[in-house]
């Protein structure tokens, strides 16, 4: 059973101002999560969660994070720029990105933040642009799959990040020969994990990489950064993450491993964008249409450019029918948008109550990974972005986008000028 943090009445009261479709997040559960986390790693002097701007890259909502401690992880110039309005500097940055344009390495020196590159010949493409910095992190990939005692979980073998192992000795030889004092590492192995195991067995990969690098190349390894992963679930019957077992189970990774090696003082970071926000987000939508062919139809006015998680990956999202909870789930829908695309629906053969024209439709988990994977196909606009604050006030965090915004970009045209 999964509960949305907004009842009827209150979106009844919300849509009079702000009318759906619309996302929606909760800053109690995005506030309470966060101090979870930092709770299950406080064992660790130097922790610090960077939250993966991309997954919600709004401002408000990464003032919220930033309040309870949080870095930001950012891999694109724009990123960057938020990050830099949010008063983000230095060691507040993680810039992870990869196949990165020089001006984004030139931002990210600018901002003096953390670079952690992806791969062996960034170092010298690095060099040539701003030149190396003291502190800098590289990416490793294991290559191969990523198993755990449970089974396989990824395939890095088959991803496009990080240096390989050899790279990753020569290239801290080098860095530091080239003037580099302060070395992270970091991975990203697999994602939206839903397993405590996760984090604790890519802990003690890293931690046993550390040790060995600081043996052949000599060099200071200050920090460890996990990067992303952690899931949610996103169907009723999964299991929770439990952020406490996994802090406890990299912690004792931390003691087998690093410990004993003498690095007791390095610092673990995270990069965690799902587990902080997807579950504090709704996309609330209205039943404008039903249709009824060869399978029954509700048409919603959201469509997939407001989530795009089912249309591209086949992703299961849950659905509240508000005000139905306890009747019967006895029809089978297919819950679509409007794109001209077949793949624009949110639920297929889903039971659900009966739906009627004007009921309000909750998406859920749709906080990470949601909104910001918007577009505008079919000249479809973005939703706007509300807050729920601990208040129980409603605040606009961001304003949907109007025919302006989609015409915006022919500024330098007579030919849509009267639209813009
Ligand atoms: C996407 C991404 C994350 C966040 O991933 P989640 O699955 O949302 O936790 C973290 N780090 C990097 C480098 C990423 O690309």
Redesign the pocket.
Known sequence: MKTPFVTLEQLQEITQKYPTPFHIYDEKGIRENARKLNKAFEWNKGFKEYF?V??TPNPYIINILKEEGCGV?C?SLTELMLAEALGYSGEGIMF?SNATPPEEFIKATELNSIINLDDYTHIDFLDKIVGIPETICCRFNPGGVFKTANGIMDNPGDAKYGFTKEQLIDGFIRLKEMGAKTFGIHS?LA??TASNEYYPALAAILFELAVELKEKTGVDIKFINL????GIPYKPDEMENDIMEIGEGVRKAYEQILVPAGMGDVAIFT?????MLAPFGHLVATAVHEKHIYKEYIGLDACAVNLMRPAMYGAYHHITVMGKENEPYDHKYDITGSLCENNDKFAIDRMLPKIDIGDFVVIHDTG??GFSMGYNYNGKLRSSELLLKEDGAVQLIRRAETPKDYFITFDFSDILKDAQ
């Open positions: 993966a991309k997954a992880d891999s992870s990203f994602s939206n990067s992303g992963g952690v990069e965690l964008g799902r587990y990470a990974h």
